[in-house]
């Protein structure tokens, strides 16, 4: 089984090819970063017409790098959502030209779930499995019952973690993306205890410790405007390199310790609803390749009894291995989609995301 990846739902511009074995044929991710750097943050219309002009010569690169035709293909899978609009009816229109034309399965896949799925490709874990994703604007923790199933058990209720690391990093004055930078900055801080003292910042729905119904939810716009504050409150309202470094690092260290509580909770909620369930972890996203994050995030899975899965660090990002992969597992499953599906700007993995699922 070989299937045709395609994703444009933001700004990276994706193609690839993979197998049902999980192997990756071929693979290429043409970043916008430049077109983007200069408004700190991504211009839906620039996207898009990025998108336009490279991505027909991308698939012609990465199908030419697999060493294959579009008759060896089994189906064409392209984001169809959640995403900037104008982008997703791109890879979508050129994922169902290609479909039509070779008289292939389309194959419709939600963006979410090819950073859901991705732990998959190289790892034998089953369903059900306990999902934290971390992507862009989003901020969940979900229940992973199987392709297309899924139950919400956590989400943002301001600003997703990706939001919270962009955001602030603009305040700093750091280059667009926020994320990455904060992580390389915050490497420079000598004393990270001194640097939490200095620069202390809330931890947001776990001092007050919550309901049940939110004991599994995240909130980071707390944090985001404390940054804010101070900065502000600087002397002279200036900063050098050493203040942001500390405060990256005090940022850092707050929101591994947020996500980290709000992870604890979700673990014990799986249990609950899966008690059969053999504990498995996964974490997907952009935010999955922060390395302060991943490690208090593993140090947690192993306290609780949770295998620790998360994607190798390139395919953390949008990619399009992730909606390749997701294609692959709809494939096996004998499902496709009808050349009219409708690309969706938002696309909820739960269809009813409001369920705080009880046990």
Same mark, same amino acid.
């Given at each position: 089984m070989i299937v045709l990846g395609i994703e444009t739902s933001c700004d990276e511009t994706a193609a690839a090819v993979v197998n049902g074995e999980g192997r990756i044929l071929s693979s290429c991710v043409l970043s916008q970063l430049k077109a983007h750097e200069v408004y700190g943050g991504v211009v839906p219309e620039i996207a898009a017409r990025e998108h336009m002009t490279h991505l027909t010569p991308m698939i012609a690169q990465v199908m030419e790098e697999a060493g294959l035709s579009y008759s060896d293909l089994d189906g064409i899978a392209a984001t169809c959502?959640?995403?900037?609009?104008?982008?997703?009816?791109?890879?979508?229109?050129?994922?169902?030209?290609? %479909?039509?034309?070779?008289? @292939? +399965?389309? &194959? %419709?896949?939600?963006?979410? #779930?090819?950073? $859901? &799925?991705? +732990?998959? &490709?190289? /790892?034998?874990?089953?369903?059900?499995?306990?999902?934290? &994703?971390?992507?862009?604007?989003?901020?969940?923790?979900?229940? *992973? /019952?199987? *392709?297309?199933?899924? @139950?919400?058990?956590?989400?943002?209720?301001?600003?997703? %973690? !990706? #939001?919270?690391?962009? @955001?602030?990093? @603009?305040?700093?004055?750091?280059?667009?993306? !926020?994320?990455? #930078?904060? #992580?390389?900055? $915050?490497?420079?801080?000598?004393?990270?205890?001194?640097?939490?003292?200095?620069?202390?910042? +809330?931890?947001?729905?776990?001092?007050k410790g919550g309901t049940p119904e939110n004991r599994c939810d995240f909130s980071f716009s707390g944090i985001k405007t404390a940054v804010r504050t101070h900065l502000e409150n600087l002397p002279g309202a200036s900063f050098n390199r050493a203040d942001i470094a500390d405060l990256a690092a005090s940022l850092q260290a707050t929101m591994a310790e947020v996500m980290a509580n709000r992870c604890k909770n979700a673990f014990a909620k799986f249990k609950s609803l899966y008690p059969a369930a053999k504990p498995a972890f996964v974490v997907s996203g952009g935010v999955a390749a922060n390395k302060t994050i991943r490690a208090a995030l593993t140090d947690l899975a192993t306290k609780e009894g949770f295998s620790f899965h998360a994607p190798p660090l390139n395919l953390c990002g949008d990619n399009a291995v992730m909606i390749a992969w997701a294609g692959v597992e709809k494939l096996r499953l004998g499902q496709s989609d009808p050349l009219n599906f409708k690309a969706r700007p938002r696309w909820p993995l739960d269809p009813e995301p409001k369920a705080r699922h009880s046990a």
């Open positions: 959502g959640p995403g900037l609009i104008g982008g997703v009816m791109i890879g979508m229109m050129a994922g169902k030209a290609i %479909a039509a034309a070779h008289a @292939k +399965p389309f &194959l %419709a896949v939600n963006h979410l #779930e090819g950073h $859901a &799925l991705t +732990p998959r &490709l190289s /790892e034998d874990i089953a369903f059900p499995y306990l999902l934290l &994703l971390v992507s862009g604007g989003h901020s969940q923790l979900l229940a *992973v /019952e199987g *392709v297309g199933s899924y @139950k919400l058990l956590g989400t943002t209720i301001d600003d997703a %973690a !990706g #939001e919270c690391f962009d @955001k602030s990093g @603009k305040m700093m004055g750091l280059p667009f993306p !926020g994320g990455p #930078e904060i #992580e390389k900055i $915050a490497a420079e801080c000598p004393d990270l205890q001194a640097a939490r003292a200095r620069f202390p910042l +809330p931890r947001p729905l776990i001092a």
